[in-house]
């Protein structure tokens, strides 16, 4: 059974950065593509970027050039490294497994889910 844990959210200031992780302490990753996703208040869930199995990877517009998602199999780990922080970045993000990126982000594309970690961007 997938268990996906999220981790590396907190509070950081306007122009920070913050590293998330998306860890699974049981069940071998390799083999899934990993979305990112975030929920602020108010909001629909939508997706950030995601990585292949292969490790190629793909970003929404408002992510490109600030957001960086990486796999390290050893560790059996997802990355996204957040660099350049807005406030309208403050919401839960998650992530999820799913067979591969299709680029549309949808819900239902994606099986396991994580619980989520808060970062709040916040001066």
């Known amino acids: 059974q997938v268990q996906l844990v999220e981790s590396g959210g907190g509070l950081v200031q306007p122009g920070g950065s913050l590293r998330l992780s998306c860890a699974d302490a049981?069940?071998?990753?390799?083999?899934?593509?990993i979305g990112w996703f975030r929920q602020a208040p108010g909001k629909e869930r939508e997706g950030i970027s995601c990585?292949?199995?292969?490790?190629?990877?793909y970003y929404v517009d408002s992510a490109k050039g600030r957001f960086t998602i990486s796999r390290d199999k050893a560790k059996n780990t997802v990355y996204l490294q957040m660099n350049s922080l807005k406030p309208e970045d403050t919401a839960v993000y998650y992530c999820?497994?799913?067979?591969?990126?299709?680029?549309?982000?949808?819900?239902?594309?994606?099986?396991?889910w994580g619980q989520g970690t808060q970062v709040t961007v916040s001066s």
């Open positions: 999820a497994t799913a067979s591969h990126c299709s680029g549309s982000y949808y819900l239902w594309e994606y099986d396991y």
């Open positions: 990585i292949d199995s292969d490790g190629s990877t």
């Open positions: 049981g069940f071998t990753l390799d083999y899934y593509a």
